[in-house]
Protein backbone atom coordinates (compact mmCIF):
# COMPACT_ATOMS: atom_id res chain seq x y z
CA UNK A 1 0.00 0.00 0.00
CA UNK A 2 1.42 3.29 -0.65
CA UNK A 3 0.63 6.39 1.21
CA UNK A 4 1.64 10.18 1.07
CA UNK A 5 1.71 12.04 3.88
CA UNK A 6 1.63 16.17 3.68
CA UNK A 7 2.57 18.59 6.16
CA UNK A 8 3.60 22.06 6.46
CA UNK A 9 0.27 24.02 5.69
CA UNK A 10 -0.60 26.65 7.67
CA UNK A 11 -1.79 30.36 8.08
CA UNK A 12 0.56 33.23 6.50
CA UNK A 13 0.10 36.83 5.47
CA UNK A 14 0.20 37.84 2.17
CA UNK A 15 4.16 38.37 1.18
CA UNK A 16 4.62 35.32 3.41
CA UNK A 17 6.48 31.69 2.55
CA UNK A 18 5.45 28.10 3.44
CA UNK A 19 7.88 25.07 2.37
CA UNK A 20 5.14 21.88 1.78
CA UNK A 21 6.85 18.39 2.47
CA UNK A 22 5.47 15.32 0.77
CA UNK A 23 6.41 11.44 2.23
CA UNK A 24 6.41 8.78 0.59
CA UNK A 25 5.80 5.34 1.99
CA UNK A 26 8.23 3.77 -0.55
CA UNK A 27 10.82 4.41 -2.25
CA UNK A 28 10.47 7.46 -4.41
CA UNK A 29 12.43 6.18 -7.34
CA UNK A 30 8.92 3.69 -7.66
CA UNK A 31 7.63 6.50 -9.44
CA UNK A 32 7.96 8.20 -12.41
CA UNK A 33 6.02 11.64 -11.95
CA UNK A 34 5.20 13.38 -8.59
CA UNK A 35 3.58 16.75 -7.68
CA UNK A 36 1.41 18.84 -5.96
CA UNK A 37 -2.16 20.13 -6.76
CA UNK A 38 -4.36 22.68 -4.85
CA UNK A 39 -8.29 23.05 -4.18
CA UNK A 40 -9.65 26.32 -3.64
CA UNK A 41 -13.48 26.57 -1.63
CA UNK A 42 -16.15 25.60 -4.68
CA UNK A 43 -13.24 25.55 -7.18
CA UNK A 44 -12.09 22.29 -9.14
CA UNK A 45 -8.69 20.82 -8.05
CA UNK A 46 -6.15 22.27 -10.25
CA UNK A 47 -2.54 20.94 -10.91
CA UNK A 48 0.21 23.04 -9.11
CA UNK A 49 3.71 21.96 -10.20
CA UNK A 50 5.11 18.19 -10.88
CA UNK A 51 8.48 17.15 -10.99
CA UNK A 52 10.25 13.55 -12.56
CA UNK A 53 11.76 11.81 -9.68
CA UNK A 54 14.39 10.82 -12.14
CA UNK A 55 15.39 13.62 -14.01
CA UNK A 56 14.84 17.84 -13.38
CA UNK A 57 12.28 17.74 -15.47
CA UNK A 58 9.85 20.72 -13.55
CA UNK A 59 6.34 22.28 -14.62
CA UNK A 60 4.56 24.65 -13.19
CA UNK A 61 0.84 26.47 -13.83
CA UNK A 62 1.42 30.28 -14.65
CA UNK A 63 -0.05 31.68 -11.73
CA UNK A 64 3.09 30.33 -9.44
CA UNK A 65 5.53 30.88 -11.63
CA UNK A 66 8.11 32.77 -10.15
CA UNK A 67 6.92 32.43 -6.55
CA UNK A 68 7.03 28.35 -5.79
CA UNK A 69 9.38 25.64 -6.46
CA UNK A 70 9.19 21.87 -5.98
CA UNK A 71 11.92 19.78 -5.30
CA UNK A 72 12.57 16.09 -4.23
CA UNK A 73 14.95 14.27 -2.12
CA UNK A 74 15.49 11.10 -3.33
CA UNK A 75 17.07 9.92 -0.40
CA UNK A 76 14.01 10.65 1.94
CA UNK A 77 11.23 9.59 -0.30
CA UNK A 78 10.02 12.86 -0.18
CA UNK A 79 8.77 15.90 -2.41
CA UNK A 80 8.70 19.72 -1.59
CA UNK A 81 6.64 22.76 -2.70
CA UNK A 82 8.57 25.60 -1.50
CA UNK A 83 6.12 28.41 -1.70
CA UNK A 84 7.29 32.34 -1.62
CA UNK A 85 5.12 35.30 -2.13
CA UNK A 86 2.12 33.84 -1.05
CA UNK A 87 -1.21 35.59 -1.73
CA UNK A 88 -4.85 35.73 -0.54
CA UNK A 89 -5.50 33.28 -4.11
CA UNK A 90 -3.07 31.07 -3.14
CA UNK A 91 -5.72 29.75 -0.18
CA UNK A 92 -6.78 26.09 -0.97
CA UNK A 93 -5.91 22.90 0.04
CA UNK A 94 -2.55 21.53 -1.33
CA UNK A 95 -2.58 17.85 -2.26
CA UNK A 96 0.38 15.82 -3.17
CA UNK A 97 -0.08 13.11 -6.10
CA UNK A 98 2.45 10.71 -7.20
CA UNK A 99 2.22 8.18 -9.95
CA UNK A 100 3.75 4.64 -10.06
CA UNK A 101 6.11 4.05 -13.18
CA UNK A 102 5.16 0.47 -13.75
CA UNK A 103 1.39 0.92 -13.90
CA UNK A 104 0.89 4.45 -13.90
CA UNK A 105 -1.58 4.14 -10.97
CA UNK A 106 -2.21 7.19 -9.22
CA UNK A 107 -2.39 8.26 -5.59
CA UNK A 108 -2.92 11.26 -3.20
CA UNK A 109 -2.00 12.46 0.11
CA UNK A 110 -4.69 13.63 2.96
CA UNK A 111 -4.40 17.47 2.07
CA UNK A 112 -2.94 20.35 3.94
CA UNK A 113 -4.55 23.46 3.93
CA UNK A 114 -2.54 26.53 3.22
CA UNK A 115 -4.41 29.49 4.27
CA UNK A 116 -3.02 33.26 3.54
CA UNK A 117 -4.90 36.16 4.92
CA UNK A 118 -3.46 39.23 6.87
Known amino acids: QVRLVESGGGLVQPGGSLRLSCAAS????????AGWYRQAPGKQRELVAT????????NYTDSVKGRFTISRDNAQNTVYLQMNNLQPEDTAVYYC???????????WGQGTQVTVSS
Open 97 to 107: NARLRFDRTEY
Open 26 to 33: RSILSFDL
Open 51 to 58: ITTTSTNT
